[in-house]
């Protein structure tokens, strides 16, 4: 297992929609409401739990949106931190098996 | 409040908005109390067959949703009529110097639609399903914000809006945990 490596997933208390090319995400719990851009949605979608997030932006932001591989990093982990806080994420320094809805 | 329940589970809602019955099609008017509900109700046309005044009870139909009357009543303080009808628009209200009727983006569209949508459940399948559905209510019923100066005059505005949509949307379900 590489070090050092953050794992992400979505909740099963969140909703999730695409509509008009953005992405719309809503936590049941607390009925907070985000509406997600380009790159936040490339996160979003690939988080399955078992990719380390250092793999997904390589892959789908540096790629994708052509920016410099360091500042995405920061970017994505400022964005997963959010996010996580909302409870529309799940991190984990280990992978995740994504919540099954209750 | 399970009706709320059950009607999300049939993909209608509940929506904290007037709502009013002109030639044969039904407008809504939503936003916050003091928005200005009741006073859009009071502005109309004499001819007009009012619905509620406070919460709107919507349910899609073959070509879009349908407003039907509700017991519900505000500072009206009376029911609206026993009817329906298919819905023509929805407005989301600010008050203004001057009647102006103005487009919204769909996420915006749905933001707002989702605060003033009556729901009280955490389930998350329910959710889902009114998150569906308030994205498939935004993509086939035009939505816009009407700044509105508290005379009749607002109504002809509301009657002549430009209903063109800016462009085609596309729904698309998030992959199921892929």
């Known amino acids: 297992m590489p070090e050092n490596c953050t794992y992400i997933a979505r909740s099963s208390s969140i909703a999730a929609r695409a509509l008009a090319g953005e992405m719309m995400v809503m936590n049941s719990a607390d009925s907070t409401f985000f509406t997600l851009n380009e790159v936040a949605t490339a996160i979003f979608q690939a988080a399955d739990g078992h990719t380390p997030l250092r793999e997904i932006v390589r892959d789908h932001i540096c790629e994708q949106f052509d920016v410099d591989p360091d500042q995405a990093q920061a970017d994505a982990e400022q964005f997963v931190a959010e996010l996580s806080g909302h409870g529309i994420l799940l991190v984990s320094d280990h992978p995740l098996s994504l919540e099954t809805p209750r | ?74 500072e009206l303080a009376r ?73 009749t005059r607002v109504w002809d505005e509301v009657q002549s809006f430009d209903r063109n949509f800016a462009a085609a949307l596309h729904e698309e379900e998030v992959p199921e945990h892929a």
């Open chain 2, 79 to 151: 029911s609206g009529k026993n009817c329906s009808a298919p819905v023509s628009a929805l407005f989301f209200l600010e008050q203004g110097p001057e009647n102006r009727v103005e487009e919204l983006s769909s996420a915006e569209a749905v933001r707002r639609l989702m605060r003033n949508i009556l729901f009280f459940a955490e389930d998350p399948v329910l959710v889902e399903k009114l998150l569906a559905t308030a994205c498939d209510f935004v993509s086939r019923v035009p939505i816009r914000r009407l700044t509105f100066y508290p005379d």
């Open chain 2, 1 to 74: 409040m399970r009706l709320n329940l059950v009607l999300a589970q049939r993909g209608g809602f509940l929506l904290h908005a007037a709502s009013a019955i002109c030639d044969g099609q039904a407008y809504l008017f939503s936003g916050v109390s003091g928005a200005g509900k009741t006073t859009m109700t009071r502005l109309a046309p004499p001819h007009i067959t009012l619905l509620t005044d406070e919460i709107s009870y919507l349910r899609p139909n073959a070509d879009g949703y349908s407003a039907y009357g509700t017991p519900f009543a505000g």
